[in-house]
Structures are given as C-alpha cells and as structure tokens.
C-alpha cells in the first residue's frame, strides 16, 4: 500500500530542528478534526438504527421495542452510559452488544449464533486494497442500533453501575487482561495506553488509567471512521485493538471483550458521553 | 510558481463553446448529464480541456478552504468560494489522484458562489478550484499533505 | 486485596450504595486468575496466522503482566539476563546492511497481523512509535527520538552490536520494554535487522543527516 | 434500497443554507476484495437541488467524492415552510430524491 511521506523533501535542510514544523503539523492536524465536526455520516447510521428498533424482524417477527438495555423493557435514552452492567436473567454482566443478542434471540426469536452474525459493517477489518481507501459497504443491523442507542445517550453522564459482585469480577478480570502482554510482538493493552501524552504516528493514545483520557476515549465511541468509511462501535475498537496486538480474533460479545469495556467504562465514571463521534 | 502553474493549465488546445463542451450549464434542468470525458482525465491541463478551456488564470478571487494536512486521505473537507462577479461554475481537481476531476457544479444566479464538500486524496497533492465566471476560466491551487496513520499498515 | 470484611458489612455497605469500585469487597485474586484464564481460553479464537497458541504467554511476558507498573529490581535483572542470552548475530558477522531497504522496513507496521499475508515479510513499525528522520513528520512518541542516533555514536563495531541486539531482543537491555523482541520472536529476519542498524547508523541515511 | 438523504435548510439572514448527508459507497472501482476481484465502481454522478420549481444547484460528481458524501451551499429566494427537493443518480441508474421544509433562522 503506498506510504506517504508527509513533507517529503518539502522542509528546507536549514530548519534548526523538527520541533516548529512538527509543532505545525500537530496545529494542522487539529484543524483538519476541527473541520471533520462540521458533519458527521454517523447520522445516517443513527437513522437507519432507530427503524430497526421498531421494524418485526426474526422467525418471530417481533420488534425490539421490549428489549430491556438496563433500565426497563424499552427504555432507551440514558441506557448507553449505564452500561455494561449485570442483568439478573442471563446471570451475566453485558454491553450493549451482548445485550442486543440476548434480545434478538429472546424477542425475535434468532438463533444466537445468526444473532452474533455480522457484527460490524464493512469487512470488519480493512482490506487489501490496490488504494488507501478501506473498507467495503456491508450494513449490520447491529452497527445501526448501537449508533442509535448510543445517540440516545448524548451529552449524559458515564455512569456504569458497580455494586453486583459479578460487576466488580468483571472489572478485576478487565483490569488483568489491560496488562496481559502476549504475542509474538509482546504486546498488551498496557503498551499504547499506558503512559500520557504518546502517539502512534500522529494519532494520540489515551492513558486508559488516567480518568481524564478515559472519559474522552470512552466518551468518544462509537465513532464514524473516516479512514474506513463506516461507523464503529466499542466492541470493534477492542476486536480492532486486538487484532494489531498481533492476537488471535477476540470473539464478537465474548466475556473478554466484555470485560475490558467493563474496565474502560468505569475508568471513564463521570465523564461526559459525546458519542457517535468522526474519528480519523 | 504562478507562472509555472499558469503555463500547466495552456492545453493549446481551442477555445470551445461552453454549451459545445456539454459541460458546465447552469440551466441544466435535470442534471443527469455525465461529462465522461472530463471525469477520465489524468491531469489537471487535460480536466481543463475537457472542460471546454484553452487555460485557465490564477485568480486570488478564487479562494480554497481546507486543512494543510489530512490526517486521512479517505475524508478531505475542501469549500470554494469564488468572489468573481458572475461565476457560472466550480469545479474541484486533485492533481495525483488516478483521475484528476473530482466535482463539478453548476452555479445558477441567486446561488452563492460557495460549495462545500468532501473528497478522497491517494496521496499529498495539490488541489485546484477551477472557476468559470463571465465564460472565462480562473484558478486557486493548495496543496494538502496527507499522513500516513494507524500503526497496522 | 482479598475480602476482609464481615459479611453484614459489605451487605451494609452495598445497600447503602456507598461501595464502589476500588473499595473493599474485591473479588479474590484466585477468582479472578480464574476467571482470566478462562476468558482467553474461551474468548479468542484462531484466525490465519495468528493462533490461539500466541496466547500462551513465555516467562518474560509472564513476568511483564504480573508486575506491570511495579517491576522489582531483581525480576528485571533475571528477565535481562535470560533475554541476553538470546541473541544471535549473523554469522556473516556484517551487522551493517543497506539504509534504504531500512526506510522501508521502518516506515512498514504490517506483519503477523491476521489480516496479514504469512508468507509477506513484516516490517519493523519503527515510525509507529519513534522519530527517526526530519522529513518524515508523521511518527509516533511510545519510544524516544532516534534522530541523530549514530551521528551521536558512531558506527564502532561496539555500537553496531548493541543496536543490532537492541532490536533482535529489546528486553535484554530494558526489562518489559514496549519494544517487540524482532529477532527473538521471529518478526525480523536477521538480514532485515541489519537494514535498520543501517539506517540508524549509516551517516548518509536520513538519520544522520 | 438507497438510504433516506439527511437534510438541513436553515435560514441565514436572507439566504437559505443547505446541509446534506448522502448514504452512498462511491466506490471507486480501483479496489480489490481480500480474494483479489476488483470491487466495480459505484458513485454518484448527479446531484441536483431545486427549490420552487427552480434548479438552485447541479452537480456531477467522479469517484473520488467521499463515501457518505456531504454537500453544503447557500440560495437566496427561500422563505421559511418551504420546500427544498435533492435527487441524487448513481452510475447504476439508481436515484433517491429528498426534500426538507425550510426552517426559520
């Protein structure tokens, strides 16, 4: 894929140091977020996740207007930061993902595995690609609920319960796998997001033990993509974490992937939600 | 600099009449005509052509926003506004990309002369605004870096 | 960490809605290794290159994730000394390679990826994480600056080593280091490896100048 | 089916200011699938706004405009309550047409 060096040649060699045009470059790439804000596709993902809610789908073909998210069969506004949480009827702690597999298959009668299906839009993945525009168009109805539902969350607080011993078994078992370093590049969690300030190239790192990175890393998903062109929720920002850690594939609503967003939500306790969000 | 870019915009070629170029028409009702032959060029001499131009003038009436460097090259908010007395149409051209026309738009009177939009770079290039005002062709040019990002690829 | 608490208290506590995370009522250390150990046996799964088996973590990541942010003086000098004894020089004995071909390697972070072809060669992600040129300005911070770095030191055949060990096994040198070990882990060949000892102390690669 | 457009007509003094949101691929036709096959170019080629039976903006369009395209301009002539109309066409024939009330300033 073709590398592209930025300012190649450009900067005259009597430039005393990197530091005033890297202090450019970081201004620049600012500006560039800055003017991404002005509009953002995560809208018509937003759009489509609302119908889904209410249109019949399944062998049952029911809606899933009683799906209960946390705070009631139905209630969606406010559900988004009050999760993952327990819920007494699985005996299980779950994100919002898992929960809306629960709910496809208690409510509109799927089968867990057609549930848990086509989790993300796109490949999943970038492709091999000829071009450096990733990506291909393939919807996921659950890509558009998550954008939805999380919208329905907008502007409220972070607020994750943790007074269910499973809850805090959750966070422990999180916690753990933030510091696992496996691999054949020895990685963890722990390498990128454990110091403040970092970057990797020009994208900055949040500090996932620091309260003010995490609110806004936590604060800031799902997020619309504009490297891949596709809206992406928690779950892929771990399975995509992952799969650069040079780790097997994480599993779509596994209990791992479960328990580090159980970690990160609570690390970000009390921050603002701002999500969906457009992201490089 | 100006003049070199002044002289890549001289495509030699004649001066052909806007409607016989079966470009640019304000009065384009439906819209549903495609410039195919514009939108296959390689290079910003033969887009202009293609365009129905002999050349183009560099004009500080002709003004580009957009960042100096994208962070991705997917996604590069770009807005043309045109100061020129009755401008007719903009039209953007990314210099490297594999065909150079990126949009075109016809502007009809009591429309702004602004358009705002966004568009994909292959690489770090420099874009043009190309406008038609009062049938003649003017030009701003930027040029707009685009990183390498992510740590995977 | 364990619960030291009665009983009646934490039921008190949580009714209360006073406990929250952090306070006394964490779950066991053994239930939660437990419960780990089962989450990455059940949550992964293998896909192209990269297999389940990478999960099975060697003594140095082991030690890594067990002492993360606290490492004890005496952990880190046993990991260093076991992961010194691990490096291979060439046999050719030419630790110098071509500092184009590392540029490339360098501005590369593809490799043992899933999504990566196996049988494509990686590359060392150096850009990822350090500056290493003045022109290319998009580069990471995790690692120090390695600009000027052989203008600094020389190319002895002393300083040659050391680099050329410092990217075969990182961790010989700095215990838990966010440095993969290229060599030791079989990311870089030992060719490749000279490439970028190359680009960073070659006084004609952009490094240097 | 194409996706509903997602649009915003706001008054800015005596000028109505339109802001749309296109669910589109604009696949460029130069990239390959992770088997190899080329993935066939699928864009949008023609945009066109009207207002009061009046074409108050045309545009063509090539590969290179951003999937999801955004497209934001100004008309003057609009009053609150009315009607702004956008119909998009994409190389396959495929068309959508949209239309927002105009909303005071």
Redesign the interface.
Same mark, same amino acid.
């Given at each position: 894929? +073709?590398?592209?060096?930025?300012?190649?040649g450009v900067l005259a060699a009597t430039l005393p140091c990197f530091s005033p045009a890297q202090q450019?470059?970081l201004k620049?790439?600012e500006?560039?977020?800055q003017?991404?804000q002005?509009?953002n596709p995560a809208e018509l993902y937003e759009a489509r996740g609302a119908e889904h809610w209410t249109r019949k789908r399944g062998p049952k073909s029911s809606s899933l207007e009683r799906c209960d998210l946390g705070l009631g069969p139905g209630v969606v506004k406010g559900a988004y930061v009050r999760l993952p949480r327990y819920f007494a009827d699985t005996d299980r702690v779950q994100d919002l993902e898992s929960r809306l597999v629960t709910c496809m298959v208690a409510l509109q009668g799927f089968a867990p595995e057609e549930a848990r299906r086509n989790p993300f839009s796109g490949t999943g993945a970038?492709m091999i690609t000829t071009?450096?525009?990733?990506g291909v168009g393939q919807r996921s109805v659950m890509t558009d609920l998550v954008a939805w539902i999380a919208s329905e969350s907008r502007g409220m607080t972070i607020a994750p319960p943790m007074s269910h011993p499973k809850e805090r078994l959750a966070y422990q078992a999180g916690e753990r796998l933030f510091y696992f370093r496996a691999g054949p590049y020895d990685f963890g969690c722990i390498t990128?997001h454990g110091e403040e300030g970092k970057r990797?190239?020009?994208?900055n790192l949040p500090k996932m033990t620091n309260a003010k990175d995490a609110q806004r890393a936590f604060g800031t998903w799902p997020a619309y993509r504009?490297?891949? +062109?596709e809206l992406r929720s928690m779950q892929w920002r771990m399975w995509e974490c992952i799969?650069?850690m040079r780790f097997p594939e994480l599993e779509f609503a596994s209990d791992a992937s479960i328990a580090l967003i159980v970690f990160l939500a609570n690390r970000a306790e009390g921050g603002t939600f701002d999500a969906p969000a457009i992201k490089? | 600099m100006d003049a070199k870019r002044r002289e890549v915009l001289k495509t030699g070629g004649g001066v052909l009449a806007l409607a016989a170029a079966g470009?640019i028409r304000?009065?384009? #009702?439906?819209?549903?005509?495609?410039?195919k032959a514009a939108?296959d060029t390689k290079s910003v001499a033969e887009t202009v052509k293609a365009l129905g131009a002999s050349g183009s003038t560099p004009s500080s009436g002709v003004e580009i926003t957009?960042?100096?460097?994208?962070?991705?090259?997917?996604?590069?908010?770009i807005?043309v506004e045109s100061k020129l007395p009755r401008t007719e149409a903009i039209a953007i051209l990314?210099e490297k990309?594999?065909?150079t026309?990126? #949009?075109?738009?016809?502007?009809?009177s009591?429309?702004?002369p602004? @358009?705002?939009?966004?568009?994909?770079? #292959?690489?770090?290039s420099n874009i043009y605004a190309l406008v038609v005002a009062d049938g003649k062709y003017f030009h701003a040019v930027k040029e707009i870096? @685009?990183?390498?990002?992510?740590?995977?690829? | 960490m364990k619960a030291k608490m009665p009983s009646k208290t934490i039921l008190a506590l949580a009714l209360s809605g006073i406990c929250v995370a952090g306070c006394a009522t964490r779950p066991s250390d053994s239930e939660t290794e437990r419960t780990v150990a089962e989450m990455i046996k059940t949550s992964f799964r293998t896909r192209g290159q990269a297999t389940v088996a990478r999960l099975s973590q060697d003594d140095a990541q082991a030690l890594c994730s067990k002492h993360a942010g606290e490492l004890p003086k005496g952990v880190s000098d046993g990991i260093e000394k076991a992961q010194q004894a691990t490096i291979r020089y060439p046999s050719s004995g030419k630790l110098m390679g071509d500092w184009r071909e590392g540029e490339r390697i360098a501005?590369?972070?593809?490799g043992k990826?899933f999504?990566d072809a196996p049988n494509r060669p990686a590359g060392g992600?150096c850009?990822?994480c350090h500056q290493l040129s003045k022109q290319e300005?998009?580069f990471?911070t995790i690692g120090p600056s390695l600009y000027q770095f052989g203008k600094q030191r020389g190319a002895s055949e002393a300083i040659q080593k050391y680099t050329y060990g410092k990217i075969y096994n990182a961790e010989a040198f700095s215990a838990c280091s966010n440095m993969p070990r290229f060599g030791h882990n079989g990311v870089l060949t030992e060719e490749q490896i000279t490439h970028l000892v190359a680009l960073l102390l070659d006084p004609d690669s952009p490094v240097n100048r | 089916m194409a996706d509903p457009m997602r649009i915003r007509a706001n008054m800015t003094g005596d000028?109505v200011e339109v802001k749309v949101l296109m669910a589109h691929e604009?696949e460029?036709g130069?990239r390959k699938d992770a088997s190899g096959n080329a993935i066939p170019a699928h864009f949008i080629?023609?945009?066109?706004v009207t207002h009061g039976g009046?074409?108050?903006? =045309?545009?063509?369009?090539?590969? =290179?405009? =951003?999937?999801n395209?955004?497209?934001?301009?100004?008309?003057?002539?609009g009053k609150p309550g009315e009607k702004v109309t956008i119909?998009w066409?994409d190389n396959r024939g495929e068309k959508r047409t949209d239309e927002a009330v105009i909303a005071g300033g």
């Amino acid at each position: 894929m +073709g590398i592209q060096r930025v300012l190649a040649g450009v900067l005259a060699a009597t430039l005393p140091c990197f530091s005033p045009a890297q202090q450019d470059t970081l201004k620049e790439i600012e500006r560039y977020r800055q003017l991404l804000q002005e509009s953002n596709p995560a809208e018509l993902y937003e759009a489509r996740g609302a119908e889904h809610w209410t249109r019949k789908r399944g062998p049952k073909s029911s809606s899933l207007e009683r799906c209960d998210l946390g705070l009631g069969p139905g209630v969606v506004k406010g559900a988004y930061v009050r999760l993952p949480r327990y819920f007494a009827d699985t005996d299980r702690v779950q994100d919002l993902e898992s929960r809306l597999v629960t709910c496809m298959v208690a409510l509109q009668g799927f089968a867990p595995e057609e549930a848990r299906r086509n989790p993300f839009s796109g490949t999943g993945a970038p492709m091999i690609t000829t071009d450096p525009f990733s990506g291909v168009g393939q919807r996921s109805v659950m890509t558009d609920l998550v954008a939805w539902i999380a919208s329905e969350s907008r502007g409220m607080t972070i607020a994750p319960p943790m007074s269910h011993p499973k809850e805090r078994l959750a966070y422990q078992a999180g916690e753990r796998l933030f510091y696992f370093r496996a691999g054949p590049y020895d990685f963890g969690c722990i390498t990128c997001h454990g110091e403040e300030g970092k970057r990797i190239r020009l994208q900055n790192l949040p500090k996932m033990t620091n309260a003010k990175d995490a609110q806004r890393a936590f604060g800031t998903w799902p997020a619309y993509r504009v490297s891949e +062109g596709e809206l992406r929720s928690m779950q892929w920002r771990m399975w995509e974490c992952i799969r650069q850690m040079r780790f097997p594939e994480l599993e779509f609503a596994s209990d791992a992937s479960i328990a580090l967003i159980v970690f990160l939500a609570n690390r970000a306790e009390g921050g603002t939600f701002d999500a969906p969000a457009i992201k490089r | 600099m100006d003049a070199k870019r002044r002289e890549v915009l001289k495509t030699g070629g004649g001066v052909l009449a806007l409607a016989a170029a079966g470009v640019i028409r304000p009065g384009d #009702a439906l819209g549903q005509e495609w410039n195919k032959a514009a939108f296959d060029t390689k290079s910003v001499a033969e887009t202009v052509k293609a365009l129905g131009a002999s050349g183009s003038t560099p004009s500080s009436g002709v003004e580009i926003t957009a960042p100096d460097i994208a962070e991705n090259g997917a996604v590069v908010p770009i807005a043309v506004e045109s100061k020129l007395p009755r401008t007719e149409a903009i039209a953007i051209l990314i210099e490297k990309n594999p065909n150079t026309l990126s #949009a075109e738009f016809a502007i009809p009177s009591g429309t702004d002369p602004f @358009v705002s939009t966004r568009v994909k770079m #292959a690489e770090t290039s420099n874009i043009y605004a190309l406008v038609v005002a009062d049938g003649k062709y003017f030009h701003a040019v930027k040029e707009i870096k @685009v990183t390498i990002g992510g740590c995977g690829g | 960490m364990k619960a030291k608490m009665p009983s009646k208290t934490i039921l008190a506590l949580a009714l209360s809605g006073i406990c929250v995370a952090g306070c006394a009522t964490r779950p066991s250390d053994s239930e939660t290794e437990r419960t780990v150990a089962e989450m990455i046996k059940t949550s992964f799964r293998t896909r192209g290159q990269a297999t389940v088996a990478r999960l099975s973590q060697d003594d140095a990541q082991a030690l890594c994730s067990k002492h993360a942010g606290e490492l004890p003086k005496g952990v880190s000098d046993g990991i260093e000394k076991a992961q010194q004894a691990t490096i291979r020089y060439p046999s050719s004995g030419k630790l110098m390679g071509d500092w184009r071909e590392g540029e490339r390697i360098a501005q590369s972070g593809v490799g043992k990826q899933f999504t990566d072809a196996p049988n494509r060669p990686a590359g060392g992600s150096c850009y990822n994480c350090h500056q290493l040129s003045k022109q290319e300005l998009s580069f990471g911070t995790i690692g120090p600056s390695l600009y000027q770095f052989g203008k600094q030191r020389g190319a002895s055949e002393a300083i040659q080593k050391y680099t050329y060990g410092k990217i075969y096994n990182a961790e010989a040198f700095s215990a838990c280091s966010n440095m993969p070990r290229f060599g030791h882990n079989g990311v870089l060949t030992e060719e490749q490896i000279t490439h970028l000892v190359a680009l960073l102390l070659d006084p004609d690669s952009p490094v240097n100048r | 089916m194409a996706d509903p457009m997602r649009i915003r007509a706001n008054m800015t003094g005596d000028k109505v200011e339109v802001k749309v949101l296109m669910a589109h691929e604009m696949e460029t036709g130069l990239r390959k699938d992770a088997s190899g096959n080329a993935i066939p170019a699928h864009f949008i080629r023609n945009v066109t706004v009207t207002h009061g039976g009046k074409t108050v903006l =045309s545009a063509q369009w090539g590969t =290179s405009v =951003s999937r999801n395209p955004f497209l934001h301009f100004r008309f003057k002539g609009g009053k609150p309550g009315e009607k702004v109309t956008i119909t998009w066409l994409d190389n396959r024939g495929e068309k959508r047409t949209d239309e927002a009330v105009i909303a005071g300033g």
